[in-house]
């Protein structure tokens, strides 16, 4: 075997052509790396044999009174040039990778068709010794065919490599392109593919994405805008309305402080007056979770405020109900109240305001009251190894000091004022023979407070610290 490998080198390097096609296919994409390396080892062990033979690729081949051998040895020399082409487009596709990462393939795709290009007209002057000016000439003129034939695909194409070079956008970026929003998944020679939020894709020439216009979302990527905007009535007095929805704005915690959000009339009509509340949040997932909580709390701090969402049928007024008793109607927990025990509670809820920065309740303080929150922003702070963070907000509807009411005892949380607040409050000795008497306002209290507790026990509690691993290599970078 090794006589006739000897004897005939045309079959060894027919033989390395076929090792590196089965090993480029057998290595996975773990090994890259090794793929790389074998095939400019095979390659070089293929030139070398080659130029080793008198197979110069740079020459016509020998050989020309033996058809069959100088046919193999053409068809050789053809392929080192191919060979070549192929190696070096890999090579050149590896470091642009590491470089400019997969936005670069579109510029990388070119480039390999221009290096195929030029090898297979090297390979038609070199080894066959053809008239190359005639070939390109001819190829010129059927150029100018295909081109105008191709018109719009050539657009897509030459508009591609500007939006790879100007990078207006990269991969998993969310971008909108002429209203479209999305997330970019892919950008090849023809076009960009977006998956928009309901999960599907959306395909956009290169040429249309070029010449629109492009919001990416993911940039800067430390902050999203988001913003909602609200209509109420015009006869409303604009300060009311914005500092409710001020009110609203710091009752989300979510939003970033920096830059930190806005509170805006954007227009005013007889129709009706439009607002806006606009900010930042940290991660595009948070942004439908920020504009659901913004209309919940804008709802709640409007109303709090005696002003209505404006909408084709209007509410009826209610008839000169007190404070008291319209917040018990928003309360959730006091809502199941029948109309005279409303009345009867509405009498004995005394109002109590609070400054920004006023302790409402501390923590481990026992109350023999409850608060309910008329109108305002109350900070809920926990303490984790003596280190106190904010944990919640809370909004005009929301109640404090159940666990004094319910079971004489505290929580671990300190109730303060963000904002001004203004709260009722409804004393331990007449609030609790109600609750005796009404269970599903005493279960829907006992619900809130194990929630609070198990809420508190989660966010105070250690979090497991990740010893990372140690290993000699790691022993080795830290003694150098």
């Known amino acids: 075997m090794l006589s006739l490998l000897t004897e005939h080198p045309l079959i060894c390097a027919m033989l390395l052509i076929l090792i590196d096609l089965v090993l480029w296919r057998l290595i996975g994409t773990d090994g890259h790396n090794w793929k790389l390396v074998l095939r400019v080892v ?10 080793n033979e008198g197979m110069n690729p740079l020459e016509p081949a020998p050989w020309a009174d033996n058809v069959p051998l100088h046919l193999a040895a053409t068809g050789l020399q053809i392929g080192w040039w191919l060979f070549g082409a192929r190696t070096l487009t890999v090579l050149i596709g590896a470091v ?8 670069g393939r579109l ?23 053809l008239p190359v000016k005639g070939v390109l000439a001819t190829s010129g003129a059927l150029a100018i065919i295909v081109g105008l034939a191709l018109q719009s695909t ?20 969310w971008i909108a392109i002429d209203g479209t929003e999305g997330r970019v998944i892919d950008i090849d020679w023809r076009a960009t593919r977006l998956q928009t939020s309901q999960g599907s894709m959306i395909v956009i020439p290169n040429s ?8 990416n979302f993911s940039r800067p990527s430390d902050m999203f805008g988001v913003s909602i905007s609200l209509q109420v009535s015009p006869h409303v007095r604009p300060n009311t309305v914005i500092d409710a929805l001020e009110r609203a704005m710091q009752g989300c915690r979510i939003l970033l402080n920096k830059p930190s959000p806005k509170v805006a009339l954007k227009n005013s009509s007889p129709a009706g007056a439009e607002y806006e509340i606009s900010g930042f949040v940290a991660s595009m997932s948070e942004k439908r979770e920020v504009r659901n909580q913004l209309f919940d709390l804008a709802y709640r701090h409007l109303q709090a405020s005696g002003v209505n969402l404006l909408s084709s049928v209007e509410p009826n007024p209610p008839g000169n109900l007190s404070r008291p008793r319209a917040l018990l109607d928003s309360s959730p927990i006091f809502s199941t109240l029948r109309q005279e ?13 609070f400054r920004t920065g006023e302790v409402i309740l501390a923590a481990g303080e ?15 702070t926990l303490s984790r190894h003596g280190t106190p963070f904010e944990s919640g907000r809370m909004g005009p509807g929301e109640v404090i000091g159940e666990a004094g ?8 949380a300190t109730f303060a004022a963000k904002t001004p607040c203004a709260l009722y409050r409804i004393e331990k000795a007449y609030l609790k023979p109600c609750l005796a008497a009404r269970h599903d306002i005493n279960d829907a209290m006992k619900t809130l407070l194990d929630f609070r507790l198990h809420k508190a026990q989660t966010l105070t509690q250690d979090v497991p610290v990740i010893v990372p691993k140690k290993g000699f290599l790691q022993w080795l970078r830290n003694r150098v």
């Open 42 to 51: 095979i390659f070089s062990l293929f030139s070398l044999l080659l130029f």
């Open 96 to 103: 642009m990778m590491q470089r400019v990462g997969h936005t």
């Open 107 to 129: 510029l990388q795709d070119l480039l390999g068709a221009v290096i195929f290009l030029v090898a297979v007209i090297a390979a038609l002057a070199y080894v066959l010794d």
């Open 154 to 173: 050539l657009s897509d194409v030459f508009s591609g490599i500007v939006l790879n070079t100007t990078k207006p956008y990269q991969l998993d970026d």
């Open 208 to 215: 249309l994405a070029a010449k629109a216009k492009i919001t």
């Open 341 to 353: 025990e409303k009345e009867t509670f509405s009498q004995n809820m005394a109002l109590k305001t």
């Open 366 to 380: 026992v109350s023999d009251h409850l608060f309910i929150i008329e109108s305002g922003v109350v900070t809920v």
């Open 405 to 412: 009411i319910l079971e004489d005892s505290s929580v671990p």
